[in-house]
Structure formats: structure tokens, C-alpha cells
């Protein structure tokens, strides 16, 4: 659903990010972007007024690399999710490492495949337990494990009930989100250890 691969009418329409887009959230975050912590974002490479925006030889570059995105967001969380439990039907047990919008997929595919994921390290991943606060505003997982009961263990399907885990420690930060009592357990939660690595911190998996 992203990349160079065929893209078919049937999986929906295609956005491409502009070079300012790019600039805002990947490359010149530091002067373009707009959330507490973005002034610390300074390793893109180059140097001079231009670094990491339109018209810089190493922004240029990279920006020919770009390509569409399906932005139907659900269908590409279920096509990854099956993909995934695919590939481990064929190759067998596996850690899942994920990183940005693949960070939903992990838990989709170790909930789909619960014997063949040994565990979930997730960096800076989108989805649980994070809210989207840049680009987007709510929840960040838009399609989660709860929305398919026949992957649970409690049986039932439709939104489950969602609160804050617990207020922001500091107005630079931004508090998480996580089911409320009882939740919905995956089929076998005990079966895959997650490491979840985000701004230089290690979350705890109850989290």
C-alpha cells in the first residue's frame, strides 16, 4: 500500500506529501515545526539555510526518493496485518520490529498470529498507545485488535471503552491512551514480550 509496488484503482485514492509537508515533519523540523519538542530535531544532514528544505542538494535528493500513499488508513492496517500473519505462516517464529505507521501493524499481526510472534519491539511506533498530535488529532490507531472479535478473547466486538492513561508530566509532553478496565485482551497477551522505544524512552508494555 506504500512504495514503488503496482497500485491498483480497487485499494482506494493516493496522496503525495509536498516538499513543505516533508520539510514540516521529517526534515527541517526544527524551524518548520510547529510541537514542543520539534526545536530538537537537528540531525538532517547538511548544513547552511536551506538545510532540509526545497532547493538543498541532500533535501532534493531525498525528496526524489517519495512516492503515493493509499490513504485509506483501515484497509492498509488489514492488508499489512494479513501480509504479516502470511509471511510468518511461511518462515515461522519471529520478532516483529515496526517503526512509524508500521507501529499499528505489529500488535494487528502478533494478535492474528499469537504462536508465531515472540515478540513486538516497536520504534517510535504510531497506533497504541499514542495519540496523534502533528499531522492528525485523537487516537493514533484507527484500525486495533478490539475491532475484531473474533481475535479476542473476550468475544465481543465494537469500540471498547478508551481514557487516558494519566496527565502529561510536563507541558512539553503529551499523555498517553489505554483501554479501561476490563479492556480486551489479546487471545494470548502472555505469548509476545513488546518493547515500545519512543523519544529516547522505554515504555512499559502495560502501557
Sequence with gaps: MRGRSAWHPGDGPTR??????EAFQFTANAVKGTWPQAKKHTQWPGDGP???????????AFYATQVETVTNVEETQRRNRDAGAALLDKIGPAIVL????SGTYGWLIADAR???????IAIEPSGP????????????????????PDHLSAGQGGERARGRARAAEDPELFACWMQKA??????????HPVVVMAAGSLLPPGL
Excluded: C, W
Aim: no cysteine.
Design 50 to 60: 536551506n538545510k532540509g528544505q526545497k532547493g538543498d542538494p541532500i533535501f532534493d
Design 98 to 101: 515496526t517503526h512509524s505507521q
Design 182 to 191: 476490563p479492556g480486551a485482551p489479546a487471545r494470548q497477551p502472555q505469548a
Design 16 to 21: 503525495m506529501f509536498t516538499a513543505e509537508q
Design 129 to 148: 498507545p499514542f495519540e496523534a498530535t502533528i499531522i492528525a488529532t485523537g487516537k493514533a490507531a484507527r484500525l486495533r485488535p478490539d475491532r475484531y
Design 114 to 120: 499469537p504462536q508465531l510472534v515472540k515478540g513486538v
